[in-house]
């Protein structure tokens, strides 16, 4: 097979697609190279049908650490399950590509991207994701239109594309933008505090940088791409049946769709349509033809319910539940529900409902982050998203968080990073852990509500609280309704999941993934402009209940005092294999933490054991000061004077002519090893030696 390439310049720098060299009993593989980053994208897809009702595409995103130059770590030595990267990197490739396949696809498709080399210049996750379209574009695989993708970040003013992953820390936005060459499908990033003509700003240039990528990905399929397969049409239904369904079902859809409450809509629909089932199958005895006939009804029953609501919201301008367009549903919160946690919140909307705690730690509580493109190497502010299968009334195994936990926890947390304050402003470690008690749409956006009245709760200073908003879209023709705040239902039958979270003055998350193939400039417009609305209501509805962060700490809350020892010291302070630094935190019950540049941070409970930690701390790492007085004991005593211990670990010389007002012949004349004597420090050396003297020690106490 011969090998392609193409190349087109994104940032200022030459993004270039390889094929026919690695990996070519795949259906599909590309290496797409940017910098010195290099990403393997293969695609295989089955040839015959699955038994699903779904397109069952999985795609997986692998980092290598040799990529990188690391060892794994642990006692294998291998890379093991995915990280939180690996996971979101594939939930990013996925989202875009799904919608281009067809809605009646049904083969087995499995995209692996593996990154052959990283380099902080260019990262690989959207190197993975242009080379996933290109993969299954020059395969025979179906797929509608190539998509591509790619960051964009403010730096210093200035719209950057595929920044070098080191001047991230610095940006004001930072977006990944997928897009076929018509419109954008998805965005995934945040800001501090970003208006949302940045963010239009900010998606227009990605999409202009997409559509040059999109070309290169055409042109390596005109080079070297092989015809695509042939798939059979989706089966027409029954004409007869679905004008039954029609006739004489609208009227009882209506009427359930009428009725309040998730749960018992949902009942009231399946019990309409299985009540029209049983009166089209009256008096079919032949069990295959009443399998048929019932399958028929149901898809049958499945379009119409779409093609209602969607046509209500449309013309009407009225939803499943009978709000407007823009309404919000009815908001309650609460603080302090869990007294003994150091902060706790339940924040409802609707039926959705979201239990947060807040736990204040201190520095050796923060997650270490080992991963390939992590911008920092211990995480400082965390957060938990948990989705049990209660809240939506179902019951099965409790297993690990599913990739749609770890998306959302992710969202969830970008959405609060902006606020939450350095380490110089507030020195603790922060975890929210937010359960998801009640879902009916919304979940991710009530955590970001939850987590932050918990940090408040908390007494976290955030520089302003955080809401969050989805919202959704119906698109029929040229006609479209924006949705504010949707229900479940609303996600499963409209066209786009859109979420934005934000203070006041600006968004600080943002997400958006479509199921058709682009939104339109002027529907992105719109949807911003009501998010905001919504925003600042939510807002509005959380100040009711706590307007500011607390003064002060809850009393569980451990007081973290903070210390700066000379560097030297540190060895004394932990002694030998830790026995110093554990002795004290047995003996007062404190943590206490300690950092290269010297400094130590104690956590305590009660400011009794910091202040008793902190005197033992004092004391191992204290320095002598010139002309203190110190009450030592004499460790040695040679013929030129005696050493003194002037507190422990630290020893100087009393000069002979330095221990009384008189001559004195012998050292022994005046002191005595175990002796203690009262003495004054006149001088310390460049190189640390501490002079002492008796002699002035006596005439300042008056001796």
């Not at 210093?156 to 997928?178: R, S």
């Amino acid at each position: 097979m011969q090998k392609h390439s193409v190349s087109v310049e994104i940032g200022g720098r030459p993004l270039i697609i390889e094929t026919g060299w690695l990996a070519k009993q795949a259906h599909g593989a590309v290496v797409v190279r940017q910098n010195e980053s290099a990403v393997l994208v293969t695609v295989v897809g089955d040839t015959e049908p699955s038994r699903f009702d779904f397109l069952p595409l999985t795609v997986n995103y692998e980092d290598r650490n040799g990529a990188y130059g690391t060892i794994p770590g642990g006692f294998l030595k291998r890379e093991g399950r995915a990280n939180e990267r690996e996971t979101l990197i594939s939930r990013l490739i996925d989202r875009p590509i799904r919608p281009q396949f067809p809605k009646h696809y049904r083969c087995e498709t499995q995209v692996i991207a593996t990154a052959l080399s990283y380099d902080e210049a260019s990262d690989t996750d959207v190197l993975a994701m242009c080379g996933a379209a290109a993969a299954i574009h020059i395969s025979d695989l179906p797929m509608k239109e190539p998509i591509a993708g790619v960051r964009i970040a403010r730096i210093d003013g200035e719209f950057v594309i595929n920044p070098d992953q080191k001047a991230l820390p610095g940006a004001t936005l930072t977006l990944i933008v997928a897009g076929t060459a018509d419109a954008v499908c998805m965005v995934e990033g945040g800001a501090k505090e970003a208006s949302e003509v940045e963010m239009m700003e900010a998606m227009d240039l990605a999409h202009a940088e997409i559509k040059k990528i999109i070309g290169a990905i055409h042109e390596l399929r005109e080079l070297c791409g092989v015809p695509k397969r042939e798939i059979a049409p989706p089966p027409e239904p029954d004409a007869e049946i679905v004008a039954k369904v029609e006739a004489q079902g609208e009227a009882l859809l209506r009427t359930a769709m009428a009725t309040p409450g998730k749960h018992e809509r949902a009942a009231a629909i399946k019990a309409a349509r299985n009540g029209l089932i049983a009166e089209l199958t009256a008096g079919v005895e032949d069990p295959a033809e009443v399998a048929r006939i019932t399958s028929e009804v149901k898809d049958a029953w499945s379009a119409m319910t779409r093609r209602v609501m969607r046509q209500d919201v449309i013309d009407k301008g009225v939803r499943l539940d009978g709000r407007a367009t823009d309404e919000i549903r009815p908001i309650t919160s609460e603080v302090t529900v869990a007294p003994r946690a150091h902060g706790s919140a339940v924040f409802t909307r609707g039926e959705t409902q979201v239990f947060a705690t807040a736990a204040l730690g201190i520095e050796m509580d923060a997650q270490r982050i080992d991963f390939a493109g992590a911008q920092e190497r211990f995480r400082r502010f965390m957060l938990t998203y948990n989705f049990p299968p209660f809240c939506t009334g179902e019951a099965r195994m409790l297993r690990g968080p599913k990739r749609r936990e770890i998306g959302h926890g992710a969202l969830a947390h970008r959405a609060l990073s902006a606020v939450v304050p350095g380490q110089e402003e507030f020195p603790y470690v922060i975890r929210i852990c937010a359960d998801v008690l009640e879902s009916n749409g919304s979940s991710s956006m009530a955590t970001v509500c939850a987590g932050c009245l918990a940090m408040m709760d908390a007494g976290v200073p955030l520089k302003a609280p955080v809401a969050g908003i989805a919202m959704g879209l119906i698109k029929e023709g040229d006609s479209f309704a924006v949705l504010s705040d949707i229900l479940g239902d609303e996600d499963h039958l409209g066209d786009m999941d859109f979420k934005v979270t934000g203070t006041r003055a600006g968004i600080t998350a943002f997400q958006m993934d479509t199921k058709i193939s682009g939104v339109p400039r002027e529907v992105m417009l719109r949807a911003l402009s009501q998010a905001r609305e919504g925003r600042i209501h939510i807002l509005d509805e959380m100040a009711k209940v706590m307007e500011a962060p607390r003064e002060g700490l809850s009393k569980y809350a451990p007081r973290i005092t903070t210390i700066k020892i000379n560097t030297e010291k540190i060895r004394d302070l932990i002694g030998p294999g830790g026995r110093t630094i554990r002795g004290i935190q047995d003996q007062t019950g404190v943590k206490i933490n300690v950092e290269n540049d010297g400094t130590v941070m104690v956590a305590a409970a009660d400011g009794e054991a910091g202040d008793k930690a902190l005197a033992l701390i004092r004391e191992i790492t204290q320095e002598a000061e010139i002309g203190k007085l110190y009450l030592g004991v004499v460790k040695k005593t040679v013929d030129f004077g005696a050493f003194v211990e002037i507190f422990p670990g630290t020893e100087g010389l009393v000069h002979i002519s330095q221990l009384a007002n008189e001559r004195v012949e012998r050292t022994t004349d005046v002191v005595h090893e175990g002796d203690e004597v009262l003495v004054r420090v006149i001088d310390i050396d460049r190189s640390g030696k501490i002079r002492l003297s008796r002699k002035e020690a006596l005439e300042a106490s008056g001796m």
